[in-house]
């Protein structure tokens, strides 16, 4: 990226555009999912290779374009890679207690050294951090950094201002400083279009390496004392680990997937994203790969649960004031996603100069089901609205009369059939949990007009919640599955329904959810993992099918726990928090046949039904069931 200038088809060894110009591709990049740990500053994040690669990162946030995209397409991508130049031993990793610090030791035949990657909670600009430490002997180490603008398409300008490398393109501008607090600074060198840097260090000795994000037109921001940035960020995730008040069983796993979490929030606005990446597949080399980068209404009800029970009402009262700005308005236009302010237009478009990740294609970016009509995003709303405790200072528009506005709606649109939980590319049908979702809507609309006698026309409410109950027993539940369905008259079963009894449409010992927890178990278990539906026989409007899916595994927990079959859910819950990867983390699905991570990583909704699960067999955690009248 520096130093010699070649032509761009020469400088990327005819990679990248030799790609575009159908010429062979490059060799992939990516490492396995469950190799990669997560760095954050609570406005965008970086995925870091356990040998040393960060392989995605957007900026400045998380819906920005990617500046490293090697994890969905080859080297020629964008990554930053800091490792001994020779052989290395399995490298160990772990996070520093309560923080999301990494520290990466690397053990070769000349010594050791710890890799120590973060991303200091923000000011005004972006900065990651990488801190090279020698713990014993000397070892030869190289850094390579790849920079790559518009996930991974553009090329940046590089040019170098003293010991600074600066990179531009368009509004982007990165600079790179190696400067420790103590010590020399590490030397850099271009080859190709790529920056380098080879150097050795001892025991005792640090190279740190920053890379800092601003806008092209303002300024170059003051440079970043390291140490003092170390410990700004070590205090920052430690205090806020320090207010969870959850003491059950599996502390370690709660707070860790409490981390991740706070690590997913867009701190300006409150808003949680679904996953910090896009595009990775749900079954490698298939075109189930989606856009996750966004924040979903669905996700709102459980993640207020585990954020309040977990001691984090802050936290709660910020999301709930993202809700609300988010679905203010027309409630016929209540959306499934939103973006990390309340954005509505998502448009999906494909990245077609990536590769993706294992040669899984297209890589989407922006996610279309922001168009779908899915109706149970009304329940979790309606769950959201009550749930949450009032801010000091609330949006203009009075939660309730907005939550009348919905339900108001709600009753003119209940009988339509929609996309569904799953976001099917298909059929539109009656889904049964939508149908059961939108029970819960008009549920908890009652309870909470009756409790903060609220605005609404409450006479209505009960009458179509009693009707939609009706009509959801009758037409939804198989007597031949003995189960709920999928959607009516269908005679295929589908892990939503587990969620039947954890929002008290029945009671957990009703014998048709008895039923459906069983027909679960015999027809969408995998190796004892659960699987959404099947795709063969449940038409989505996509090729290919996917992993187990790993929130409803955790469904599936709670429901055994309640059911009273504890030891059978202990011992699934514990080998669901096996499958995490050393660092803790996990992804949406996982493929029990080639025992590896599949989908977006990691993943808010898996990690909010841990700790879902974790409450529920600590006793923290029971459903409220109401009937209707």
Not at 166 to 183: D, Q, Y
């Amino acid at each position: 990226m520096i130093s010699k200038r070649k032509s761009v088809g020469e400088g990327i060894g005819g990679g990248l555009l030799n790609w575009l110009h159908g010429k062979k591709e490059p060799k992939q990049h990516g490492a396995r999912i469950e190799d990669y740990a997560l760095i954050g500053d609570c406005e965008t994040a970086a995925l870091v290779s356990r040998e040393g690669s960060i392989d995605w990162l957007c900026w400045p946030n998380f819906g920005s374009g990617a500046c490293f995209a090697a994890l969905l397409g080859s080297s020629e991508n964008g990554f930053w890679k800091l490792r001994p130049t020779g052989d290395i031993q399995s490298p160990r990793r772990r996070y520093r207690p309560g923080t999301l610090i990494v520290e990466t030791t690397f053990i070769t035949k000349d010594g050791e050294v710890c890799l120590i990657d973060f991303m200091p909670p923000r000011d005004k600009h972006s900065d990651v951090i990488r801190i090279v430490e020698g713990v014993r002997g000397k070892v030869k180490m190289r850094m390579e950094l790849v920079l790559r603008f518009d996930y991974g398409l553009t090329i940046p300008w590089v040019t170098m201002h003293k010991s600074e490398l600066r990179a531009v393109s368009g509004p982007n501008m990165t600079i790179l400083r190696c400067t420790c607090n103590r010590g020399d600074p590490a030397e850099l060198n271009g080859e190709g279009l790529s920056t380098v840097s080879e150097f050795k260090v001892k025991s005792g000795e640090r190279k740190c390496f920053t890379l800092t994000y601003a806008s092209s037109v303002e300024n170059v921001p003051e440079p970043v004392p390291t140490d003092d940035a170390l410990d700004d960020t070590q205090q920052y995730w430690t205090g806020w680990a320090a207010r969870g008040t959850y003491r059950g069983p599996y502390v370690e796993a709660v707070q860790r997937s409490l981390l991740t979490l706070k690590a997913m929030t867009y701190r300006p606005s409150g808003g949680i994203v679904a996953a910090v990446t896009a595009g990775l597949p749900e079954e490698i080399g298939g075109e189930r790969n989606w856009d996750y980068r966004y924040c979903w209404l669905r996700d709102t009800s459980l993640t207020l649960l585990v954020l309040m029970r977990g001691g984090y009402t802050e936290e709660a009262i910020d999301w709930r004031l993202w809700l609300l700005r988010a679905i203010a308005g027309s409630p016929g236009q209540l959306q499934t996603l939103y973006g990390i302010y309340g954005e509505r237009i998502l448009v999906e478009w494909e990245a077609s100069w990536l590769a993706g990740y294992e040669g899984s294609r297209p890589v989407r970016i922006g996610n279309a089901a922001s168009l779908q009509f899915q109706l149970d995003v009304y329940g979790d709303v309606a769950v959201a609205l009550e749930r949450t405790p009032e801010a000091a200072e609330d949006i203009r528009v009075p939660s309730t009369g907005l939550q009348a506005a919905l339900i108001d709606h709600l009753c003119d649109i209940w009988q339509l059939p929609d996309e569904g939980i799953w976001e099917t590319r298909g059929k539109r049908q009656h889904f049964v949990h939508s149908k059961v979702m939108a029970w819960v809507a008009l549920d908890r609309a009652i309870k909470h007009y009756e409790r903060y006698d609220g605005s609404g026309d409450v006479k209505r409410w009960r009458k179509n919640r009693d009707v939609l109950h009706q009509e959801i027993c009758a037409k939804g539940f198989d007597k031949k599955l003995n189960s709920f369905t999928q959607f009516y008259g269908s005679h295929t079963v589908d892990a939503s329904c587990l969620r039947m009894a954890m929002v008290g449409f029945l009671p957990i010992d009703d014998p048709r959810i008895v039923g459906t927890v069983d027909a679960i178990q015999k027809h969408l278990t995998k190796d004892g993992l659960v699987q959404r539906y099947i795709p063969a026989k449940s038409p989505d409007g996509l090729k290919g099918g996917e992993g187990t899916f790993l929130p409803c595994s955790f469904w599936l927990v709670v429901c055994l726990h309640l059911l009273g079959r504890k030891d059978e859910a202990k011992a699934m819950f514990e080998r669901l928090l096996d499958l995490r990867n050393d660092m803790g983390l996990l992804s949406e699905e996982y493929d029990p046949v080639q025992k590896r991570m599949l989908g977006n990583f990691p993943q808010a909704l898996t990690h909010l039904s841990l700790a879902h699960a974790a409450y529920t067999l600590s006793g923290h955690w029971t459903p409220e069931i109401v009937q209707p009248s």
